[in-house]
């Protein structure tokens, strides 16, 4: 199963749902980084290779994308979107308008579709804030939509012209809006609810994410782990 993440406004906690999604998995799991901050959240050093968007900027065949993933163990990669010393991004992650673009992305899609079945797991990807690329939206068998209970993200999802599958909601207190509320605005039902705790920020400045996620929060995510 392809898994994709993504937010309507920044501050959602994508990548953080993301890879605990990732990590929560009892099948081998490929974590997919396309806002760039994967690696700089579990604490990794910088890639040394190139990542996705020098591969899409490149004509290099598909087999050359299980060379730059990154094993964090316990059966989990990471496919990185930039190599260390590439720092102005060619290639964006969102909606592509030239057929070449479209092409190589389509590339992409059949090679994560691939990895499914090959290493017998799922893929998630962390799409980052705002509109996904549309060929990764349209190929994916589920698409999570995280948020807060915030007017602001709200108003964004609904005013895009793409739906999600389900909702992961971060419960963030001191907000009017409910769970009702969002479902009915966007039509779409909340898959989890994760409770917005301190240990998890903790873990991200710490470079610790891969091992000191609350176990609550896999929890919270049975319903929508792969």
């Not at 039509?187 to 609350?214: F, H, K, M, N, Y």
Request: net charge negative; proline share 8%; glycine share 6%.
């Amino acid at each position: 199963m392809v898994t994709l993440c993504w937010a309507a406004k920044g501050g959602s906690g994508t990548t953080v749902i993301a890879t605990a999604l990732a990590l929560s998995s009892a099948r081998p799991s490929l974590l997919v980084d396309l806002d760039g901050e994967i690696p700089e959240t579990l604490g990794l050093p910088a890639p040394e290779h190139p990542g996705i968007a020098d591969w899409l900027a490149s004509d290099a065949p598909h087999e050359h994308l299980h060379d730059l993933l990154i094993d964090i163990g316990d059966n989990v990669w990471v496919l990185p979107w930039r190599g260390r010393f590439e720092t102005t991004p060619q290639v964006r992650p969102e909606s592509p308008e030239e057929p070449a673009n479209i092409q190589r992305w389509q590339e992409f899609c059949r090679w994560l579709a691939a990895w499914t079945p090959v290493r017998g797991g799922s893929v998630t990807i962390d799409a980052g804030t705002g509109t996904p690329n549309s060929v990764l939206f349209d190929e994916a068998d589920r698409t999570l939509l995280v948020t807060r209970p915030c007017y602001l993200s709200l108003r964004r999802a609904t005013n895009s012209s793409l739906r999600p599958s389900g909702i992961v909601l971060i419960d963030e207190r001191g907000h009017a809006l409910t769970k009702r509320d969002i479902e009915h605005s966007l039509s779409v039902p909340v898959e989890a609810t994760v409770s917005l705790d301190p240990a998890i920020a903790r873990a991200v400045d710490s470079g610790l994410l891969t091992t000191r996620l609350p176990k609550a929060i896999f929890r919270e995510l049975r319903r929508v782990t792969a």
